[in-house]
């Protein structure tokens, strides 16, 4: 019984036996490294009991280590414990990432708390930054949000402008975008193109800014900068196919972080003057990235140049040269919008009553204030000739019309005096005759049979004409360089030509000068072309292809049994596309005649361009 009840497992005898097992393993007599020597696999001379008693050993007192034994302790791989890193490094970089797009950055030294109101100088302003840091795990995204506006409400401060931008794709610096890299004295000679060739049609940027200074602007500006300059750029004949690519990339990565400086706004103004290349209107991006451009303007207060703390949630000190480049960035804004609305047959987007009647105008550049008057009479053509007539009840007064028309004209002929008498360039004549033609493409909405109707018809094939008389007159090394823009009025001017060579009223023009003319353009707008099967050649390729369909301005366009003065070969049944509704009636009725066959051997047209006879 005395033998059972000892071995019996809830006796105290069977406790006191446990007991004595456990001392046995930890027993002087059995020496056991600690932890951190078994995980080295190191000699350790730790002295552990008997009982309490406990000697660190010599490596632990050394390191400042904690020296323990533990039953339950399992030696890790150092191949685990690295992989393990790695994806909590990786973890940390992309964490770090969003919170510096937000504006948030760590100190060099982080203090203990999770948070702080630690404030540094700002270098550029005399109100302190506000940083952020801590050593634990950051707050979300809403409320660090949160935590920074309350703050700089309270107390005052602002943040200190991103310097980096972790947003943008990675790899991208000064020299390098995607997998292409300049050299400095390529990027250097990119931007002496760019201001030698293309700044005098959107005089936004700053000649004498260095490429840091653009660069540390934004990457997208500087980038884009470099990728118009390409566009011709005979050092490098490929560059420029070889940035589309990473640019595209690099444009919606910054627009879908929503970007925190308004020098976005003049990469978006010149990417939509300028668009990359591409094969179909009803897949070109410039109209989208124009209201995108329009509305980060105005969240970032341009259209208040000198109010712009009202549109900050921290305090800004603007100098004169900060307020000078809002408003010269809100008035390239406007204009480029102008271009693309035009352009494009849209409704417009931009703003004129800050032109009239806004403070500050004396500090905008000159030749921005002579291409605003201009596009402000643009869009006032726009807004009062160019009606959806087909969604008005009241049937329009054609008498009312002319007498518009006429008013319009004389106040287009006082501007022409007002902007050559202080600039007589070249480029500010051509943006004159796009603005004359806008207003007498009204031609073509006409009803026949009205009494200005006439007059009107040979006021816009005097427009057309003058437009592409110019154009022709260009020098070479300025015409290849031209605004989207303007190769859109230049369509249109063709396609008016077009049409009036192919008309009764052929009777009353000079039609050997303006099949000349029609000849020169179609030519001209191959020109324009910078990559192939691009929309220049495309759309030249189509004025070509109609015109030869035409007979070449010997018979009519339209089919119709006889000729006579009804003008129903005039009328547009493309109508709601402003002015430029004349060139997609056009491309309309090309593709009515083509079918799908003549779309899809439009590419193998453009590689054998259809030749027109000489004149």
Request: charge should be neutral; hydrophobic fraction near 40%.
């Amino acid at each position: 019984l005395a033998s059972s009840a000892h071995a019996s497992p809830t006796s105290p005898a069977a406790d006191d036996d446990g007991a004595a097992r456990k001392r046995k393993r930890i027993s002087p007599g059995v020496k056991r490294a600690c932890n951190d020597c078994r995980q080295q696999k190191l000699r350790c001379n730790v002295v552990a009991g008997p009982g309490d008693h406990y000697v660190p050993c010599d490596r632990c007192k050394k390191h400042n280590l904690k020296c323990s034994i533990d039953d339950g302790f399992k030696r890790l791989g150092k191949r685990a414990a690295h992989e393990e890193m790695v994806k909590e490094l990786e973890k940390a970089k992309a964490r770090l990432a969003r919170y510096e797009a937000l504006g948030m950055y760590l100190p060099e030294e982080t203090p203990q708390s999770a948070y702080t109101g630690s404030y540094q100088p700002s270098p550029d302003g005399g109100a302190p930054v506000a940083t952020m840091g801590g050593n634990s795990a950051f707050v979300g995204a809403n409320e660090a949000a949160a935590s920074r506006s309350l703050l700089d409400l309270s107390q005052g401060y602002r943040e200190l402008a991103p310097t980096s931008y972790p947003s943008i794709t990675p790899g991208t610096s000064q020299t390098t975008i995607g997998s292409v890299t300049l050299s400095e004295s390529h990027i250097l000679d990119l931007y002496q193109v760019y201001f030698n060739h293309y700044h005098d049609f959107l005089p936004v940027l700053d000649p004498k800014a260095t490429y840091e200074d653009y660069y540390g602007h934004h990457p997208l500006l500087h980038w884009t900068i470099v990728a118009i300059a390409a566009r011709r750029y005979e050092a490098k004949p490929g560059l420029f196919v070889e940035l589309q690519r990473p640019l595209e990339e690099i444009l919606w990565t910054t627009l879908s972080q929503v970007p925190q400086t308004y020098q976005v706004c003049k990469a978006l103004a010149l990417l939509c003057a300028w668009p990359l290349p591409s094969a179909s209107t009803s897949q070109e991006p410039t109209m989208m990235m124009c209201g995108i451009m329009f509305q980060l303007a105005m969240q970032y207060g341009l259209h208040r140049p000198s109010h712009a703390q009202d549109f900050s949630r921290f305090r800004m000190e603007l100098r004169e040269e900060d307020i000078a480049d809002r408003l010269n960035t809100w008035a390239t804004v406007n204009i480029v919008a102008q271009y693309v609305s035009t352009g494009m047959g849209q409704p417009p987007l931009s703003r004129w009553a800050w032109f009239t009647y806004g403070l500050h105008l004396d500090r905008m550049k000159p030749e921005l204030q002579r291409r605003c008057q201009i596009e402000k009479f643009c869009d006032t053509v726009t807004r009062t000739l160019f009606t959806m007539q087909r969604d008005h009840i009241v049937e329009v007064d054609q008498a009312q019309r002319g007498l518009q028309i006429d008013m319009y004209a004389r106040e287009l002929g006082e501007l022409e005096v007002t902007v050559l008498s202080t600039s007589n360039s070249s480029i500010e004549i051509l943006f004159l005759k796009a603005a004359a033609l806008h207003l007498r493409l009204t031609a073509f909405f006409d009803k026949p049979g009205q009494p200005n109707w006439l007059a009107d018809l040979r006021n816009v094939y005097i427009a057309a004409s003058a437009l592409l008389e110019h154009v022709s007159e260009m020098k070479a090394e300025q015409f290849a360089y031209v605004p989207r823009y303007v190769e859109q009025m230049m369509l249109a001017a063709s396609v008016t030509l077009l049409k009036i060579l192919n008309s009764f009223y052929a009777k009353h023009v000079d039609t050997v000068h303006g099949r000349t003319l029609f000849s020169r353009a179609v030519g001209a707008l191959r020109k324009l072309s910078v990559r192939s099967n691009d929309l220049p050649q495309r759309l030249a390729e189509v004025m070509a292809q109609l015109w030869l369909s035409s007979g070449a301005g010997e018979q009519e366009l339209f089919k119709a049994d006889t000729r006579n003065d009804s003008g129903e070969e005039l009328q547009l049944k493309v109508r709601c596309r402003s002015s430029l509704s004349v060139l997609y009636d056009a491309i309309w009725r090309w593709r009515e005649k083509a079918g799908k066959a003549g779309g899809d051997n439009l590419i193998h047209d453009i590689q054998n361009p259809t030749k027109l006879p000489d004149t």
